[in-house]
């Protein structure tokens, strides 16, 4: 074994040259180190400049994964709002599928820091050399020190082009977002977003570097280095103009559900759209005033029940509404599985200037509007799980809200809620948790929306 690695080494060191000294700026990196525990053989691991932000960088280590790292680090103190980006690939790639090669924010050299990574992977190629990564691009998280790390989304079956960790601090709110940019002019995407308050205005941010075996040396080739300050969120939406007046004085939500006639063959957003706005057919199984969007027919039901002091409530129509004052048990209180139906929310919600996190946890997808612009849509065939919008509120005031909500087969389930920037999360409207007033509109307010059909619903208020 001591054979191979010192062959390869060496084979490494003819590539490369001599090695970085530890204190001296290499490029845009003031840093360059191995964390955690790493063979390094003829003391060759390092960071070598080689072109106009182009870089070698040679790394043993274990893995970047568990309760400690250990890999190779070319980085910068950073301190605000910062992005840092790379596009990876692999001189010499060793003979594990999981070398890694990601842009990393971390706390402190620790192996057990707290760390945000994305992430990019060796993956499926045995040649010795080659050039391109798997197809593999996902968040890796240790939000407690000396914890286990773990995955945020994950994408597989392409390629990325680019990847890049950001901290962003926008009103009360500090994100970390992992970034990841397919190349073709596709532009970033939100692989993940965490909403971090506890973090140290100083951070250590940069290129990082796993063969994810101790018997060999990688060699990654790092390019389109670059740091960037006051990055914008990606993701965000900015809502639609404020409401020109106060739309009700009533809490909550009006929430109406529809069944289609004939369930038509592009069922699906499509289908829901053209159901909801009365292009197709549909039979008005009911409308009812709520204070929370809390909704579940059967299946999973996402995060708020009878366990954290929510309790579920029927879709309206759908099945017998029971009241949880009368029938606890009985909310929702059908036990049968309905299929393809659709639901409509209508609001008011009060915002403050600024950014809000603001989602829906839906079987299946869900599409939200503000200010009568989407800020947002989950995948359109889920299961019950959470998916957050970044919603920017251009002005302080009153904005209208509609969620439009499918359902297909199997499990129905709708929660609307809001994430604050503690990183609490609570339903849509809980202001004695903090959350943003919501209110129902009025006749005259839907109306004004262009959702005139609407007011002449008849409404069963709750009481």
């Known amino acids: 074994m001591c054979k191979r690695l010192f062959l390869l080494a060496s084979f490494i060191l003819l590539l490369v040259g001599a090695p970085s000294v530890f204190g001296e700026p290499i490029g845009v990196f003031n840093f360059s180190e191995d964390v955690g ?7 060759i691991g390092g960071t070598r400049y080689i072109a106009t932000n182009e870089y070698l960088i040679l790394a043993g280590g274990s893995d970047i994964w568990g309760t400690a790292d250990h890999f190779h680090y070319a980085y910068n103190e950073v301190s605000g709002n910062v992005r840092f980006e790379l596009s990876p690939a692999w001189d010499i790639g060793g003979t594990n599928d999981w070398a890694k090669i990601e842009t990393m924010l971390r706390v402190n050299l620790g192996a057990g820091s707290v760390a945000y990574a994305t992430a990019t992977r060796r993956g499926g190629n045995d040649s010795p050399a080659y050039t391109l990564v798997g197809d593999f691009a ?31 601090v926008s009103g009360d709110y500090q994100l970390v977002q992992s970034l990841v940019d397919y190349g073709a002019g596709a532009g970033w995407e939100n692989l993940d977003t965490r909403i971090v308050p506890s973090l140290p205005d100083q951070l250590l941010l940069g290129a990082a570097v796993t063969s994810h075996s101790n018997n060999w040396l990688v060699q990654a080739r790092v ?13 965000a939406k900015t809502a639609g103009a404020p409401l020109p007046e106060v739309c009700g004085d009533t809490p909550g939500f009006l929430i109406r559900s529809l069944r289609p006639v004939t369930v038509p063959g592009n069922w699906g957003y499509a289908g829901m759209t053209d159901l909801l706005d009365g292009v197709i057919a549909g039979t008005e199984q009911g409308s009812r005033i709520e204070a929370f969007v809390n909704l579940h027919d059967s299946g999973g039901r996402g995060e708020f029940g009878d366990w954290n002091g929510y309790n579920d409530q029927t879709f309206p129509g759908i099945d017998p509404y029971q009241s949880p004052t009368t029938d606890p048990a009985g909310d929702p209180f059908w036990p049968d599985d309905d299929d393809n139906f659709a639901t409509e929310v209508l609001a008011c919600i009060y915002l403050t200037q600024g950014l809000h996190i603001i989602g829906a946890n839906s079987d299946d997808g869900t599409i939200l509007e503000i200010g009568g612009v989407e800020v947002g849509r989950a995948p359109e065939w889920k299961g019950t799980s959470n998916v957050d919008f970044l919603v920017i509120a251009p002005a302080t005031g009153f904005y209208s809200l509609r969620a439009r909500s499918m359902e297909g087969g199997g499990g129905a389930a709708l929660e609307l809620h809001e994430v604050l920037a503690s990183g609490l999360r609570i339903l849509l409207g809980d202001t004695a948790r903090g959350g943003s007033p919501v209110y129902v509109p009025e006749p005259a307010t839907i109306a004004l929306l262009g959702f005139g059909g609407l007011a002449m619903l008849r409404v069963r208020r709750k009481r």
């Open 138 to 168: 996902g968040a890796q998280i240790r939000s407690v020190e000396n914890a286990g790390m773990w995955g945020g989304t994950e994408w597989w079956g392409r390629i990325p082009s680019k990847i890049a960790s950001q901290r962003v």
């Open 223 to 235: 390019g389109n280095v670059a740091y960037t300050q006051n990055p914008d969120i990606v993701g």
């Open 37 to 43: 525990t790493l063979e390094d053989p003829g003391g």
